[in-house]
């Protein structure tokens, strides 16, 4: 293992960003089979470092229960947290539960630090550290006991992990013994958690979103918000942005609560669309029985993140009917396919009848039998089968699961009577239906059209957070009266089935409220914007919100705006944010104008789809003018968008941008970048000179102040700054026959001599490289630092094996931060 030694400013970051980066290394060598049987994936430090800042009281004794610990990222940050406010904490016992054996050196070694962090602050510390399952290690009809430690926990900070509870396993036995009916793991971990808290005790967790809602979890559910309050809940915009180097995408929740049972009349809602934690685009105070309703049997949560969200609970709570009052029901198909396999078919003929599997629900209507079937489409008739079938008639059907990509959650179609005296649904569909039979064909067409608007399914989110659609969550939901849902019917034509044109219908029909329709407009343009980025094959890190309202601001498109009418305004990133703020809602912090143009546009660029500065293009890099326009053939495609002319526009698009990447390598495109004493220059595009440009920009200004570059090397295989006769004077002749480092930085305040290597591919400092840079500087009597840079941790965790003693490693999308490699001082030269 490496060791990380740091200067006394950086202490407080140290514990956890260390923990973070031996996680890393460790996770990257467990077996991956393994980790998914675990269901256990490693905290990163961001993500640890906000958890930790959610507890309301650091004071007084402190005992923390960490029950699925890894590496200790999470009791790190914990300590972090504790040491800001050291004066206040008297004494701490941290209780870690590991089952995963790779882990536990590091996890002691991070427990150990953190004891001696605390207690060189005075405060009295000591760790236990449990290497068992925190769920079996529940004793017949007790919870945990610690021998001489007490079981009460004030505070508890936990990723629990993910996986399904098989019902014949033992840890479903031990919970069943203690009164806990769950299906997951991370459910039960919580559930476990909560018992063991003293009164008043805090929890801040982060799980997936779906106990939310759904049968599944209301037991889960009712526990916890009898005996805990919800305090603050934290949303991520994209399922991408937590655990996306371990390529996770459920969508997460962060939540912090308190043991009491008087709960608070307001919860803090906060939200993020950027990486960067600091960085939350929204932030709300609701009233608590808006998240959780009164008189709820199912305890739905409710998570209310912004007024679109907010206009759909009013407009839905205005719908009156229940499906009883509709004359409705809704069940899940009864034919469960493989404990009827020997009587399904791949043909009808008069022994047989229709089977009706999820490939054959499209939008609005049933298409039977499908053009490809994969599925059987078939079952026999019979005294056996029988009891499976429903009667002939007109049916609502909706797909139980969504494929995690699909831009819908809810899919909705009407299934004709067919010609034949039943039919067989699969189990994977849920059907409307009147008391068992068919309901009435407009009924069915209104209804349809309701739940596959845009409106229903935007509001179907606020409570589901997973791709299942269950038949409890329709139960729930409150509907149009049935003469709204009728005439609404009477007007839809399967034949032009489109979701404007059926929008627009259910708006006008339902009296859906103006405000509503706005938002829902404006969501609507940003999913369209995501489309677009998507078929132009944008990276998937652009893939986001941030980027679909650049490019909605670039085309000028708000949301009562057609695509056809789009322009090319030429902006500057103030002027789009501005713009994001007026026509969306969408409050951007003043500090993201640089992830906006690091991390939209600058790769808008690199693809082709934007120009920077049209009307100047020789404009100074910190030219307040800077500004951004759309590429004219970007403009012909997106003005196509949702026309018949999309696909053969698209198709040009392809072209046109391939031609123009390949005249601009030929011209090699050039990276503007700005050095540290307010200089520009150029570096061509490619290799690792994007990272050059991060070294020369975040890094030099931070830790080498004042410094002289003095060399800069450039993919393109020529340097482009190689100060030849400063480096005389400062006494260093160089070997004309040796290799540079990419970056030479002359730190004047230390007399040192800062050499970088920007690693993307290859080229770290390991000890060849450290020993052929001290044999090409040998001349110099200055202090030799020598710098591995990273683009990313996840890159930097590829070579973490070979980076030589003695050297420092820098990751640009962590740019305050430096790793020591078992030194003995912080930013130094070694003799």
Known sequence: MFNFVVSIHEMINYITQSTDINGINLSSKLNPKHRSELGQFLTPAKIARFMAGQFNNLSGHIRLLDPGAGVGSLTAAFVEQLLLNSHQIESCLLTAYEIESTFLSSLEKCLIECCQALQNKGITADYCLRNESFVNSIKANNLPLFTHYSQSFTHAILNPPYKKINNQSIEKKHLLKQ????????????????????????????????????????????????????????????????????????????????????????????????????????MRIVPYHQIIENNDSENFIHIITNSLADALKVQMDKFSSTLEELGLEISTGPVVDFRLKSALRNSLDDQTVPLIYPESIKFGKVVFPPQKPKKSIAIIQNQETQKWLIPQGCYVLIKRFSAKEEKRRVIAAVSYPLDYQTLGIENHINYYHAKGKGININLAKGLTAFLNSTFFDQYFRLFSGNTQVNATDLRKIKYPCKDDLINLGIQINESRFNQDKLDHLVHQNLSIMSETINAIQASKRIQEALIILKEISAPKEQQNERSALCLLALTDIRPETSWNQATTPRRRITEMMDWFRDFYG??????????????????????????????????????????????????????????????????????????????????????????????????????????????????????????????????????????????????????????????????????????????????????????????????????????????????????????????????????????????????????
């Open 179 to 282: 009164g806990i009916e769950t299906v997951n793991l991370y459910s039960a971990f919580v559930w476990l958690t909560m018992l063991q808290l003293v009164e008043n005790g805090e929890i801040v967790a982060i799980t997936p979103r779906s106990f939310c809602n759904g049968a599944y979890y209301r037991p889960f559910r009712q526990a916890f918000l009898q005996k805990m309050a919800l305090q603050k809940i934290h949303v991520f915009d994209s399922r991408y942005l937590v655990f996306a180097e371990d390529n996770i995408i459920q969508e997460n929740l962060i939540y912090h609560a308190i043991k009491k049972e008087n709960k608070d009349k307001i919860i803090t809602i906060s939200i993020n669309s950027e990486t960067e934690l600091d960085q939350i685009s929204e």
């Open 586 to 831: 969408k409050q951007y912090a003043p500090n993201t104008r640089e992830t906006v143009r690091r991390q939209t546009m600058h790769q808008f660029i690199q693809m082709g789809l934007v120009v920077e500065n049209p009307d100047q293009p020789k404009r100074p890099i910190n030219s307040p003018k800077w500004c951004y326009q759309l590429q004219a053939t970007a403009l012909l495609l997106i003005k196509s968008y949702n026309s018949e002319l999309w696909e053969e526009s698209l198709e040009n698009y392809n072209i046109s941008v391939k031609n123009l990447l390949q005249n601009r390598n030929r011209n090699i495109a050039q990276i503007p970048v700005t050095l540290p004493d307010g200089k520009a220059i150029y570096l061509s595009s490619g290799g690792q000179n994007n990272l050059i440009k991060d070294i020369l920009e975040n890094f030099c200004p931070r830790f080498t102040p004042g410094g002289l570059v003095l060399y800069v090397g450039d993919a393109g295989d020529k340097f482009i700054i190689n100060e030849t006769q400063k480096f005389r004077e400062v006494g260093i002749e160089l070997d004309p026959h040796g290799k540079m480092p990419d970056i030479v930085v002359y730190y004047q305040q230390k007399d040192w001599l800062i050499l970088i290597e920007a690693v993307t591919s290859h080229g770290l400092v390991n000890l060849k490289r450290h020993n052929e840079l001290k044999q090409l500087l040998q001349s110099s009597s200055k202090g030799l630092v020598f710098i591995t840079a990273f683009p990313t941790r996840k890159e930097m965790s590829k070579y973490l094996g070979e980076i030589a003693w003695e050297t420092e490693v820098w990751v640009a999308d962590q740019p305050d931060h430096l790793i020591h490699f078992n030194g003995e001082r912080f930013l130094g030269p070694y003799s």
